[in-house]
């Protein structure tokens, strides 16, 4: 009976586990995972640290004792392995235990990034990007004691911390070095209207100026100390700056490495029968090409979901993805579809009464980007529309898909536009 262990259970090991039970029903399935929660969405923490989500709402899957039933895996949750050897396809556990596979997933996730900045005050800093920086972020709140807040990092991540403080009455800096919010998802007259509403609310936001140092404070418990001179006294420090992905095994084995753990279509590894998928492995971005972490949700489940039924023997590949973020926060909805480094014509489109924006790059008489303000509910549409040019060279947006856009305030001339001009006036 064959054996198959996966390292990690976020998305990306439990789309993993899925499918090798689609595959094979009586292979043994071990799970290993450092921390002793069941798969949760790293995007909702910030709910759960603000009492808008209850605990048991963290976890979509069940509780791991509901998927240790339902898909007859072994699961052992605060354990960490300390090795990997590929050709033998063997783990190490921490206590020396070595455990010999069939096939081994590699969905080991990312972790929140901080520069090697000085830093006098780590107990005054704090990172969201786990289910226990969300605790840690819930207890402080509760204990009452923050005067003021500085987040570094105009990222999804950053903007719901922010979110988060101010709903509580605590005055918070959001600063990054970048020139305008969400600078790997906006463009700029997008960031520029955010802004403008973040400000509206009586969010301080500071651009332009990066993390220098940490110093203690005075009137508080620290001050950050910015690249352009300035300094921002806080008593509570969010690093939302980044992550990189948990590649410390797949190095330590010699599997292939760029940003991520290098994959295949069918997320198999440089090393045969070792694969890998979420946010510790690269994919394909579509629209140019590259191999590129794209860590979102929706791109784990398919990586994972793939990893386990191509381990079990399935002809199953996932080709890739294209960028895209989909968040609410301060009462606007923000989404973004595409790489916003490709440059073009930019075309904009606003329905004040709808309440929706649009921005729009072409390039070459083909969309290849678009942000929204404004309305979720056209977001499939466009994203399936960008698919359609890289894929198929689809430039004509369907009847019924024509018709809901229309319904959420988009006009005919605006859809035509998308479409690069291709049919007709």
């Known amino acids: 009976m ?33 921390h002793k929660d069941s798969p949760y969405n790293p ?71 901080t520069p090697p900045i000085p830093n006098e005050c780590p107990d005054a800093c704090i990172s969201m990007r786990t289910l226990d920086d969300a605790r840690e972020l819930k207890k402080r709140m509760e204990e009452g004691n923050i005067s003021r807040a500085v987040v570094i990092g105009a990222s999804m991540a950053g903007i719901k911390v922010v979110e988060v403080l101010h709903n509580n009455g605590i005055p918070t800096t959001l600063a990054d070095m970048a020139p305008h919010i969400f600078p790997l998802a906006a463009y700029p007259a997008t960031a520029s209207r955010i802004q403008k509403e973040l400000a ?33 006294p806080a008593d509570l420090i969010g690093l939302c ?17 760029g940003r991520g753990i290098t994959v295949s279509t069918s997320m198999e590894t440089s090393g045969p029968g070792i694969y890998a998928a ?31 039924a191509s381990m079990c023997g399935s002809s199953r590949t996932f080709g890739g993805n294209i960028l895209h973020n989909i968040t609410h926060f301060f009462g606007m909805d923000f ?27 072409r390039q070459d008489g083909k969309i290849a980007g678009i942000n929204i303000l404004g309305s979720y509910r056209i977001s499939g549409i466009l994203k399936n529309h960008i698919l359609g040019i890289i894929q198929n060279q689809q430039h004509h947006i369907a009847g019924l898909q024509r018709g809901v856009l229309k319904k959420e305030g988009l006009s005919e001339a605006f859809i035509r536009e998308l479409e690069g001009g291709h049919y007709g006036n």
């Not at 190490?92 to 929140?112: C, E, F, H, N, P």
């Open 2 to 34: 064959p054996a198959y262990a996966i390292i990690g259970f976020g998305c990306a090991g439990y789309h993993a586990l899925t499918a090798i039970r689609d595959v094979d029903t009586a292979s043994r399935v071990d799970i290993y995972s450092e």
């Open 43 to 113: 995007m909702l923490t910030t709910y759960y640290a603000s009492n808008r989500l209850r605990y048991e709402g963290m976890f979509p899957f069940g509780s791991l004792e509901d998927i240790s039933f339902t898909y007859k895996a072994n699961i052992f949750p605060g354990t960490r392995i300390t090795g990997l050897d590929a050709a033998a396809r063997s783990i190490t556990l921490a206590d020396g235990t070595v455990r010999t596979y069939d096939g081994i997933v590699l969905a080991t996730g990312a972790r929140s990034f």
């Open 200 to 232: 509206a609310q009586n969010v301080t936001l500071k651009f332009g100026a990066g993390l220098k140092a940490i110093r203690r404070g005075t009137g508080t418990a620290a001050v950050v100390e910015c690249t352009d001179g300035s300094l921002l």
């Open 241 to 257: 700056i980044g992550t990189r992905a948990n590649t410390d095994l797949a190095a330590q084995a010699g599997l292939a490495i």
């Open 278 to 308: 979420g946010d510790c492995c690269e994919g394909l971005n579509l629209q140019n090409g590259q191999p590129q972490i794209i860590g979102l949700w929706a791109n784990a489940a398919y990586q994972g979901y793939t990893a386990g």
């Open 335 to 361: 989404i973004g579809f595409g790489d916003n480094r490709i440059t073009g014509e930019t075309l904009t489109y606003e329905n004040r009464e709808k309440g929706l924006f649009i921005e729009a790059v």
